[in-house]
C-alpha cells in the first residue's frame, strides 16, 4: 500500500457517511488552506448523470490540442486514486499527493469531513500550486451541494443528460434531480446543455434565466447529429464535418456535441473540434481490452472482450445501442453491480441485445449486489441468466462455450477498475 493510500484509508473513517451532501465542513477545511478553489486557472463545471466523464475527456483533449495545459478533477477512479487529480495534463505523482494528503489531514486535525470533500481541496490545492491555461471540474454527484461547487466564478458551466440516478439522494422524480444538477449555474455564466427531456430542461432554464446565466442549448443554439460515416456539428458559427468520436457508442455524439459547444463557448474552433472527437481517452466506457490476462483466455476462442462501467437505467440503453451498432457478434455479458441501483432498469435494455449474462459478485466491494441477486434480475427481464465464482471463471467458461463471441464485462465502475487492475 502506497502512502497517500494509507492516508486515504484513515480518512474514511472521519466521517460516519460516505456521502453527506453540505458544503460546511468543506468550507472550513478550505479556509484554513488559504481558500485554493479562488486561485484556480479558467474553469469549466460539469454536472449530469449520464456523460460527464467523457465530455470532460473530449473538452480536455481539444483544448491539449490548441496546445493549452489542462488541469482535471473526475471521479470515481478505476485502478489507481492518482487518476483523479491530472496536474497540467499528467496524473498527479505519488509523493506530491501523499505531501498534499498529509497537509490537509494535519490541517483538518480530525473534524468531521468525508472522503470526497478531502480528495476535493487535496485537488484544489494541487491545482493552486500549478500553472496552467484551465480547470476541468466534474461534478461527483448533483451539483448544487456537490464539494466541487464551491468556485464562485467558473469560466464556464456544462450540464450533460439528466436523468434518474441516486434518488435517495437528490430526489425522486426528474425535475428535482435536474434541480440539484442545475445547483452549478452561476450567476452570469455562459451554460452549455446537452439534449434534455423536457422536464429536466425546463428546470434548467428556468435557474439559469434567473441567474442571467447566457444559455448554449442542444437543439436550440447548437444541434450534433451521426451522418454517412461521421458526424456534423453546427452553431451559429457554421457548419464543421466530423468523424464520428474516438470513444464507441451512438450516445458519444451528444457528448461530442456538448464538448464542442463547450470549446466554441470558450473561443475554439474545427481544429479543437476535431480533436475532440479523435483524440479523447476515457477507460471503462465501452473500451475494447487489447492485452493482459483476461484478453489471453477470450482470444484462445477468437472472443472479443470489451468493459464498460455504466451502471444506471440510461447506461444500459447507452451499451444497448453501441452494441446494436456493432459489426453481428453473439454477444454475451459478464455482469457484477452495487446493490444500490436500478438492476432490472439497466439489465432491461441488455436483454435485447445480449445472448446470456454470467453474473458475479464484484470482489472486495461491501456494497456488491450478490451474484445470486444479479442472475435473477437478469432472468426477470427475459435474459439467460448464471453465476460464476469471478471475472476470470466467467470469461473462461464463456470463451469455451461461445468461440468467437464478444464478452461485455459490466455493471459498475468497480468491477471495471477490478478488471482494469487484475487483467494488468
Request: hydrophobic share 45%; aromatic share 4%.
Amino acid at each position: 500500500m502506497s502512502h497517500s493510500d494509507a492516508i486515504l484509508q484513515r480518512v474514511m473513517g472521519l466521517h460516519p457517511k460516505v456521502i453527506d451532501l453540505s458544503l460546511d465542513r468543506l468550507m472550513r477545511l478550505l479556509d484554513a488552506l488559504g481558500n485554493p478553489q479562488d486561485q484556480l486557472p479558467p474553469v469549466v463545471h460539469i454536472a449530469g448523470t449520464n456523460g460527464k466523464g467523457s465530455t470532460l475527456a473530449m473538452i480536455r483533449a481539444g483544448l491539449e490540442a490548441a496546445g493549452k495545459r489542462v488541469h482535471a478533477y473526475t471521479s470515481p477512479h478505476l485502478a489507481r486514486f492518482h487518476e483523479r487529480i491530472r496536474l497540467a495534463g499528467a496524473l498527479i505523482p505519488e509523493d506530491e499527493l501523499s505531501a498534499l494528503l498529509t497537509e490537509i489531514e494535519a490541517v483538518n486535525a480530525g473534524q468531521p469531513i468525508t472522503f470526497f470533500e478531502l480528495t476535493t481541496a487535496a485537488a484544489f490545492l494541487a491545482f493552486s500550486g500549478h500553472e496552467a491555461d484551465y480547470t476541468l471540474l466534474e461534478v461527483g454527484l448533483g451539483g448544487r451541494l456537490d464539494a466541487t461547487n464551491v468556485v464562485a466564478r467558473p469560466a464556464l458551466t456544462v450540464i450533460t443528460p439528466v436523468s434518474i440516478d441516486h434518488t435517495q439522494f437528490l430526489g425522486d422524480t426528474l425535475a428535482q434531480i435536474a434541480g440539484e444538477k442545475a445547483g452549478i449555474i452561476k450567476r452570469g455564466v455562459p451554460l452549455v446543455v446537452s439534449p434534455q427531456q423536457d422536464e429536466a430542461l425546463q428546470v434548467i432554464e428556468a435557474r439559469a434565466t434567473r441567474l442571467g446565466a447566457p444559455l448554449i442549448v442542444a437543439g436550440q443554439h447548437w444541434h450534433a447529429a451521426p451522418e454517412p460515416g461521421g458526424m456534423v456539428f453546427q452553431d451559429d458559427h457554421g457548419l464543421i464535418d466530423l468523424p464520428l468520436p474516438n470513444l464507441a457508442g451512438p450516445h458519444q455524439v451528444e457528448n461530442a456535441g456538448t464538448a464542442i459547444a463547450a470549446l466554441r463557448a470558450l473561443g475554439f474552433g474545427a481544429a479543437e473540434a476535431l480533436a475532440a472527437v479523435t483524440k479523447a481517452e476515457w477507460p471503462a466506457r465501452m473500451q475494447r481490452l487489447g492485452h493482459g490476462r483476461l484478453v489471453e483466455i477470450a482470444q484462445t476462442q477468437g472472443c472479443e472482450l470489451w468493459l464498460d462501467g455504466g451502471h444506471n437505467a440510461a447506461g444500459g440503453q447507452a451499451i444497448a445501442a453501441t452494441l446494436a451498432a456493432m459489426p453481428k457478434r453473439p454477444v454475451h455479458l459478464i455482469c457484477g453491480m452495487l446493490n444500490t441501483k436500478d438492476v432490472a432498469g439497466y439489465l432491461r435494455p441488455l436483454a435485447r441485445v445480449a445472448q446470456s449474462l454470467t453474473a458475479v459478485s464484484i470482489p472486495g466491494e461491501e456494497n456488491t449486489l450478490p451474484a445470486e441477486a444479479t442472475k435473477n434480475a437478469a432472468a426477470s427481464v427475459g435474459l439467460q441468466a448464471t453465476t460464476s465464482d469471478d471475472v476470470a471463471d466467467a470469461v473462461q467458461s464463456l470463451a469455451t462455450a461461445h468461440p468467437g463471441a464478444r464478452l461485455l464485462i459490466c455493471g459498475s465502475l468497480y468491477l471495471a477498475g477490478q478488471v482494469l487492475r487484475d487483467n494488468g
